[in-house]
């Protein structure tokens, strides 16, 4: 008897080693798909989750918001205008083709031709060839954001690409509107690869058999992926085991998740900050700092934080979040209704005055409640708000038109470095250049844009912090804008499936080293 | 018969040209397209640029026009977000739609009846007060309430019943996926069909009641009473099918309506139908897809309306649909 019950916890643990070897399948709920796998189509989250699915960047963020070498092993900054990266031997592309450094140069080359991610090549000229794995990234002048666009490339098959396909099209065409031979097909060098795909309703990922990267600790061969657009859906379909790993997740179910003792949540301060812009050229009132001043310190951000978000969020009074070069210590937010309503006194307007306000209402988290919270607090200082709320879809237009005296914008910086925000929300707007493109206050100081213009041609970090925290100072001490928050990011998964050691702020899980018990 | 077909075939199209011409004129509200398509960053001039390829930047009517010349051939434009010819898009989504409607009309056509003539013959029982009861809040609780709470009750807190999705399907005549015919696709449609019933069936149950109330107070019923006909004979062969008439006229119409709470249901569920897609379509800007759908929506409607009229005529002799005169 006791051999038996030997023999049977040997085959056990056999079975417990061996079985995660063979059928590891990950049912995954986002609350969207990627519009196309053409992975230079279009720059969104959804399309920077699949790439990092499907293919493998050069090197990438870690949880720190460090860089982690991928296919490229090693880089080094060689003079003010060059970086060279070393590519990994060895590495595959799911065709079997070798990768070398031709198809870093082919994949830098579509990148600066697609619509959506040229703006980040903007200041690179050239990607060298030096030898098959050895390539250059050349900026046009000294650039210090090389590392953070080199997260962006996911080397492509060049072969793979090349030539038209048997409706004539030329395969390594990036079309925005309509079919294209890439929108459909993919060949690159990540865990996974796509073995169906029913846009809006599946995609179903298998782990790629030669995958370079054999230290991955990920155990998962197969990934479902569904689409679950509504988030009480999505969360139901979690606790109820139809999903092993869903994300976002609602604040409002936040508590219920957590309690769960079936699943496990994950969040961690996010990088989108939600602000107010006040438009001084719209109501002349507003170009007055003072009145500016008033307005942030009417709002009680935290407060907002507090009751509307849940706590999920991160009360803010600039724009760069804690761990970017920009992050200014010791700016902190300032609710003060008293001082409030003596600057506005002093600006002349006690008896205050009354604004248009926008804000969309399925853009954001919360962002419509918010926007009434942030309507009821301006009436404490006789700011009379007359607030429009409506659809995301509708909310651009009315933002490019400038539609209303305060408009509401968040913003994730695409570099996750300090200077974008200043360069696309509050730098001088200017057609010729795109900078200030979202400046709906058209808030313009010469100095603030000369200290962004100059950190981007420094490529010392600490001369560049200095100037980033400079830049948020000024915003500060002229209320710009007015910062609410920076909104977190929370995802949850079945107990015995590790996400904590794959999520990361930028919400690209890296699922190639999910571990599933 | 043929003209009868004929003159409603004009009619549809009538419909159909005025269902474009509404949804095309509504477009410029819903939204930008490009916004859908490009990244944040991208500048506006790009976006300019892009709105002139798209032919965006026409004026109303020519864009009409155009879309009318290439709807005559069968072409209702390429949905931006599916890459896809519309109609195949939507056609493609029309099985997972027609499953669900084919699973609640079934319960409500296994509950209505008989709990609407139950209801009518024995209005004082406590089963009737009850199911009246019950019937005024299925109508007043909004689908996806309904649905949320299915959800919550037999798929979460229970278990029995998966939350969303469609399950597996099954290939029938070469093109028509069904999920009616496997296992797992009827567990998964377990839910949908009640939430998408709970609308309708109320409504039913409480219409053949109040129909049936009527056709009992009937002189013909009366007399059947004197001469002496057993119960039976009466509720079901006299009363029961002179009830219909009303009912199936009503009932084709709920018919199309069933298809615009599938919107709602599919949503929640996330079946993979074209309500869904619909609103999704609309989150999206997908213009294209948009303006297809409620074409495609307008001519459900006709084909329902018309084919309601045959039975209607069918059942009941005195109606002639084709409106030619009886001679005496």
């Given at each position: 008897m006791k051999k038996s019950l030997t023999g049977f916890a040997v085959l056990a643990g056999f079975l417990a080693v061996a079985w995660p070897l063979h059928a590891k399948t990950l049912n995954l709920a986002y609350d969207a798909d990627p519009v196309s796998l053409d992975i230079h189509e279009q720059l969104s989250g959804g399309t920077l989750q699949l790439s990092h699915m499907v293919c493998d960047p050069l090197i990438r963020w870690n949880q720190e918001l460090g860089f982690d070498p991928r296919v490229a092993s090693s880089w080094e900054r060689l003079d003010e205008t060059t970086v060279r990266f070393h590519l990994r031997q060895g590495v595959k592309f799911h065709s079997g083709r070798e990768m070398t450094a031709e198809d870093v140069k082919f994949t830098f080359d579509r990148l600066k031709a697609s619509e959506d991610f040229k703006g980040i090549f903007v200041n690179f000229s050239d990607a060298v060839v030096v030898d098959d794995h050895t390539v250059d990234l050349v900026t046009i002048n000294p650039y210090p954001l090389v590392e953070h666009t080199a997260t962006?490339?996911?080397?492509?098959?060049r072969e793979f690409f090349s030539g038209n396909d048997e409706r004539g099209r030329d395969k390594a065409e990036i079309v925005k509107h309509g079919d294209s031979f890439a929108s459909t097909n993919i060949s690159c060098t990540g865990p996974y690869t796509v073995s169906s795909r029913e846009q809006g309703v599946k995609v179903v990922f298998d782990r790629f058999a030669d995958y370079w990267d054999t230290d991955s600790p990920g155990n998962v061969n197969q990934i479902i992926f569904t689409p679950i657009k509504e988030g009480p859906t999505r969360v139901a379909a979690l606790l109820s085991g139809d999903i092993d790993f869903a994300a976002p997740i609602p604040p409002a179910d936040l508590n219920r998740i957590d309690s769960s003792e079936k699943v496990d949540l994950v969040t961690m301060s996010g990088t989108r900050i939600i602000t107010f812009q006040l438009n001084q050229k719209r109501k002349p009132?507003?170009?007055?700092a003072r009145v500016r001043l008033a307005i942030v310190h009417a709002i009680n951000n935290a407060g907002i934080v507090e009751k509307i978000m849940k706590n999920f969020g991160t009360a803010a009074a600039q724009q760069s979040p804690k761990g970017y070069l920009g992050y200014n210590a010791s700016l902190q937010p300032r609710f003060d209704l008293e001082k409030a309503r003596a600057l506005m006194a002093e600006a002349g307007h006690a008896d205050g005055f009354s604004v248009t306000m926008m804000a969309p209402n399925n853009r954001y988290v919360n962002d419509a409640k918010i926007a009434e919270a942030v309507a009821g607090m301006l009436a404490k200082i006789n700011i009379q708000v007359d607030l429009t709320t409506m659809p995301k879809a509708q909310y651009w237009p009315k933002f490019d038109e400038r539609a209303a005296d305060i408009m509401m914008i968040g913003w994730h910086s695409d570099t996750e470095d300090s200077a974008n925000f200043t360069e696309f929300l509050a730098m001088t707007p200017d057609e010729e250049t795109g900078y200030g493109q979202y400046n709906s206050g058209n808030y313009s100081n010469s100095e603030v844009d000369r200290l962004v213009l100059d950190s981007a041609k420094e490529t010392d970090p600490a001369m560049r912090a200095v100037m980033l925290q400079r830049v948020e100072q000024i915003l500060h001490d002229e209320a710009a804008f007015v910062p609410l928050h920076w909104q977190d990011r929370a995802w949850a998964a079945r107990k015995g499936v590790h996400i904590d050691q794959v999520v990361n702020v930028m919400n690209f899980p890296y699922l190639g080293d999910l571990v599933m018990d | 018969m043929l003209a009868f077909l004929i003159r409603r075939l004009g009619q549809a199209l009538v419909v159909m040209l005025v269902i474009s011409f509404l949804s095309f004129s509504i477009q410029d509200e819903l939204g930008d397209p490009l916004r859908e398509l490009v990244g944040q960053s991208v500048s506006e001039e790009t976006r300019e640029k892009l709105r002139d390829e798209m032919g965006l930047n026409d004026p109303f009517l020519v864009q009409y026009w155009r879309f009318l010349g290439n709807a005559v051939r069968g072409d209702l434009g390429t949905s931006y977000f599916f890459k896809r010819p519309a109609l195949e898009v939507i056609l493609g989504k029309l099985p997972a739609t027609i499953d669900l409607v084919i699973a609640a009309t079934f319960w409500i056509l296994l509950f209505s009846i008989p709990v609407g003539v139950f209801a009518a013959i024995r209005p004082d029982h406590w089963f009737s007060r009850v199911a009246m009861g019950l019937s005024i809040l299925g109508i007043s609780i909004p689908v996806f309430l309904t649905a949320i709470f299915l959800i919550y009750l037999f798929a979460v807190e229970l278990g029995w019943l998966p939350s969303y999705g469609r399950g597996d399907t099954r290939m029938l005549f070469g093109g028509w996926e069904t999920s009616l015919l496997t296992r797992d696709g009827l567990r998964h449609i377990f839910l949908p069909s009640i939430s998408l019933a709970s609308v309708i069936l109320p409504l039913f149950v409480r219409m053949i009641r109040s129909e049936m109330m009527e056709v009992l107070e009937a002189e013909y019923i009366k007399f059947a009473w004197a001469k002496g006909l057993r119960k039976r004979r009466i509720w079901m062969l006299h009363a029961f099918k002179n009830t219909l008439l009303p009912v199936i006229t009503v009932g084709g119409v709920q018919l199309g309506i069933m298809v615009a709470y599938t919107i709602l249901t599919e949503t929640v569920f996330q079946w993979p139908g074209m309500g869904f897609m619909f609103l999704e379509a609309i989150h999206r800007v997908d213009t294209p897809l948009i303006v297809a759908y409620l074409i495609v929506v307008g001519l459900i409607f006709v084909v329902t309306n018309t084919v309601v009229d045959i039975i209607y005529g069918l059942v009941n002799p005195m109606v002639n649909i084709t409106g030619q005169r009886n001679e005496p």
């Open positions: 962006y490339i996911f080397p492509l098959d009132e507003l170009a007055d | -």
